[in-house]
């Protein structure tokens, strides 16, 4: 576009120095055709108007008009040159700035989407993050293997929870249930299973206290 652009300019200034040259060559024409008609005017008072000087001012008046009708038809393409010029120069730009708006608010739109895409991953992130975070945990943490284990072996659903329970007790626990399953503590086990079970109620009968019984039985376990 911008070449097109040049080029009508180009066109019109040659056509504006064509017509500027035709003026100039017309005001020559003009200047002629005055200095004639003053040189007749001269002769026609110095002869005392003869026919024949008459018929020269005449000639040099019509010369003077055509003159100016040359003069003035020069101008017009001058004018209208540059009318045309100035109109193409308007044109031409308008045309070169819409395509520079239409690709800025292109861009600006495309910025825009990729503002919004952006923002959609780091919002749905966030959303999984929060809702992972609000989650109760449901599966319970393991307790730790020693770094001592180093012995494998098929177990069952119930010995692998026993192992779990082994593991997560204290160090007293630990040692009333290895004796416990031992056998070491029979008759004290069957004795608080008495007083909890069925021997609770001769335990209230006879005026024994069913919580001092198992502390004590409980305290006699911590002691072997």
């Given at each position: 576009m911008a070449t097109t652009a040049k080029k009508t300019a180009t066109t019109a200034a040659k056509k504006t120095t064509s017509a500027a040259k035709a003026t100039a060559t017309a005001k020559k024409t003009e200047t002629t055709a005055k200095k004639t008609a003053a040189t007749a005017a001269r002769k026609t008072t110095s002869t005392a108007k003869t026919p024949a000087a008459a018929k020269k001012t005449t000639t040099a008046a019509k010369t003077t008009t055509a003159a100016k009708k040359t003069a003035a038809a020069a101008k017009k393409p001058a004018a209208t040159a540059a009318k045309k010029t100035t109109a193409a120069a308007k044109k031409t730009a308008a045309a070169a700035k819409k395509p520079a708006?239409?690709?800025?608010?292109?861009?600006?739109?495309?910025?825009?989407?990729?503002?919004?895409?952006a923002k959609k991953p780091a919002a749905t992130a966030a959303k999984k993050t929060t809702a992972a975070a609000k989650k109760?945990?449901?599966?319970?943490?393991?307790?730790?293997?020693?770094?001592?284990a180093n012995t494998s072996m098929k177990v069952t659903a119930t010995e692998k929870k026993l192992i779990e329970a082994y593991?997560?007790?204290?160090?007293?626990?630990?040692?009333?249930?290895?004796?416990?399953?031992?056998?070491?503590?029979?008759d004290t086990v069957t004795g608080i299973l008495n007083v909890v079970g069925g021997g609770s109620s001769s335990a209230s009968s006879s005026g024994i206290d069913l919580g001092d019984t198992i502390g004590n039985l409980l305290s006699g376990l911590l002691k072997k």
């Open positions: 708006a239409t690709a800025a608010k292109k861009t600006t739109a495309a910025a825009k989407k990729t503002a919004a895409a109760p945990a449901t599966t319970a943490k393991k307790p730790a293997v020693p770094a001592s593991r997560e007790a204290s160090s007293d626990a630990k040692k009333i249930a290895m004796k416990a399953l031992k056998g070491e503590y029979n």
